[in-house]
C-alpha cells in the first residue's frame, strides 16, 4: 500500500528551527516530484516546496531562504529543513507526492512557533 | 506568482442540490488545475486534475471544467458526505497556488 507518514513536528520558539520527516512505502520518493503544503489554524492550503525527480526544488517567497527541502533515497524518506522559525509559520504540514499538483497526501504534523 | 481567486467563500445549500463553484486564474493556465476536498481535521483530497479528469475512485457526481482562466467545479447532486471545504489549485507554474476555499455547508 503507498502511503505517507510525517512526523517531526511540535512547538519550538521563534528564531527555532525543526526538521519534517515524510516517510514513505509502496513507491520510490526519489522517483517522483514530492511536495509540502501547509495548513495554518482556520486557514486555506499554502504551497511551500517541491523537489523534482531530478533533484531540483523550488520554494514559496514566504519560506525562500529559510527552508530546505531534500530527500534520503536510502530511507525513502522526505524531509523539510526549516530555520529562522516566524509565529507566521506555524501550520499542519503536509508532504505530498505530486503529479500534476499533489494526489496523495500524508497525514500532516503540526508545528507550533510561540513563545 | 499566480492568484486563484475562487468564489465563493462559503455557500449553504440542501442534500440533492446542484452547487457549482469558480476558480479564475490572473493569467491564463491552460488546463493545469485540479479541485480538492478536505473535511476538517483531514488532509485533502484530489478529486479532479486537468481541469475535468476526474480522481480514480472520486464519484461521478464530481465533474470539472473550464481552461485558460476560468475553472468551474460542479457537484450534480450533493451528498451528506460532501460538506467540506473545496479548494482549486493551478500546477502551471511554480510556486503552485491554491484558491482561497470555498466552505459548503448544510443549509
Known amino acids: 500500500e503507498e502511503q505517507l507518514v510525517e512526523s517531526g513536528g511540535g512547538s519550538i520558539q521563534p528564531g527555532g528551527s525543526l526538521r519534517l520527516s515524510c516517510a514513505a512505502s509502496g513507491f520510490t520518493v526519489s522517483s517522483n516530484y514530492m511536495s509540502w503544503v501547509r495548513q495554518a489554524p482556520g486557514k486555506g492550503l499554502e504551497w511551500v516546496s517541491v523537489?523534482?525527480?531530478?533533484?531540483?526544488?523550488y520554494y514559496a517567497g514566504s519560506v525562500k531562504g529559510r527552508f530546505t527541502i531534500s530527500r534520503d533515497s536510502s530511507m525513502n524518506t522526505l524531509y523539510l529543513q526549516m530555520n529562522s522559525l516566524r509565529a507566521d509559520d506555524t501550520a499542519m504540514y503536509y508532504c505530498?507526492?505530486?503529479?500534476?499538483?499533489?494526489?496523495?497526501w500524508g497525514q500532516g504534523t503540526l508545528v507550533t512557533v510561540s513563545s | 506568482d499566480i492568484q486563484m481567486t475562487q468564489s465563493p467563500s462559503s455557500l449553504s445549500a440542501s442534500v440533492g442540490d446542484r452547487v457549482t463553484i469558480t476558480c479564475r486564474a490572473s493569467q491564463g493556465i491552460g488546463n493545469d488545475l485540479g479541485w480538492y476536498q478536505q473535511i476538517p481535521g483531514k488532509a485533502p483530497k484530489r478529486l479532479i486534475y486537468a481541469a475535468s479528469t476526474l480522481q480514480s475512485g472520486v464519484p461521478s457526481r464530481f465533474s470539472g471544467s473550464g481552461s485558460g482562466t476560468e475553472f468551474t467545479l460542479t457537484i450534480s447532486s450533493l451528498q451528506p458526505e460532501d460538506f467540506a471545504t473545496y479548494y482549486c489549485l493551478q500546477h502551471n507554474s511554480y510556486p503552485l497556488t491554491f484558491g482561497g476555499g470555498t466552505k459548503v455547508e448544510i443549509k
Open positions: 505530498a507526492r505530486d503529479s500534476r499538483g499533489p494526489f496523495q
Open positions: 523537489i523534482y525527480s531530478g533533484g531540483g526544488t
